[in-house]
């Protein structure tokens, strides 16, 4: 990398990688500890619904540069625009931001090391699958500052128990990694060393599936959240009766008799 590509890089608030069907999203603020600004808020918005309409992209990964996932929101930022009116637009830019990664058909994995902490902690429990290093922390801590963590709260109750969550919420503390695995927020816990290798190996998994059943799959997971039994068992039973109408079930259904290796059509 030549020193001019370096400064570019640098300068760029979100960096994207494409490698193998996989699009990785790394938050680019490392002296602020990748907290979110409105600017890198609005740049988060615009890949996620790039990577929406990319068919090339089966998964997304989310990193962080520097020595932390995410701090949350850029407080100076919010300190310098003491207005009811600020506070409204920008809470929701960031529920935009979290609503376009439930939205997009590609599964999004955090790849979380150092701290992740109020809507850090948030854009985790947003994710659909999290791998965190050994050393990473996690809490949503605005309760320390007068401030509940109302908008993290959202995924952190569709994710945690409600008394871990509100344990989290209301007294703003630190969980570990092991901790936070344990709660339902991460998925895998990995050593430093082998974050990198985990997330591939997680990505990877998915990325051999086909991408229809997995794009109908997510679309539908977290509908029927929002439902009652009786009608998520009748929006699920539709899901797959036309799920069952795509090539690729064909395929998977004969390549399982036949004990061969499916050749999906929606790869």
């Known amino acids: 990398m030549t020193t001019d590509t370096a400064v570019a890089t640098q300068d760029r608030l979100l960096l994207r990688s494409d490698a193998n069907g996989v699009a990785t999203l790394t938050l680019n603020r490392p002296q602020q500890y990748n907290a979110l600004s409105e600017e890198l808020l609005a740049e988060m918005i615009a890949a996620l619904e790039a990577i929406e309409q990319d068919p090339s992209v089966r998964v997304v990964v989310i990193a962080g540069s520097g020595p932390a996932f995410c701090a949350g929101h850029d407080l100076k930022q919010m300190r310098a625009k003491p207005s009811q009116d600020y506070y409204r637009k920008l809470f929701a830019q960031c529920s935009r931001m979290m609503l376009a990664i439930a939205r997009i058909p590609q599964p999004v994995i955090a790849r979380v090391h150092g701290i992740a902490t109020a809507a850090g902690c948030q854009l985790v ?48 503390d630190f969980v570990d990694a092991a901790t936070a695995q ?22 990877q998994r998915i990325v051999e599936k086909s991408a229809i059943a997995v794009a109908t799959g997510k679309r539908m997971f977290y509908k029927h959240l929002e439902m009652g ?4 068992y009748q929006y699920a039973a539709e899901t797959m009766a036309c799920n069952m109408m795509a090539e690729d079930v064909g395929e998977g259904i004969d ?13």
């Open 229 to 232: 039994l009786e009608g998520a």
């Open 255 to 267: 390549a399982f008799m036949q004990k061969r290796p499916p050749k999906w059509k929606h790869k």
């Open 182 to 203: 344990g709660y339902g927020l991460v998925n895998r816990v990995a050593s430093a060393e082998r974050l990198d290798a985990e997330v591939a190996a997680l990505a």
């Open 125 to 172: 429990a947003q994710c659909d699958l999290a791998v965190a290093s050994e050393n990473a922390r996690f809490a949503v801590s605005g309760i320390n500052v007068a401030l509940f963590c109302s908008t993290p709260s959202v995924p952190l109750g569709r994710n945690v128990l409600r008394k871990q969550a509100m344990e989290m919420l209301l007294t703003g």
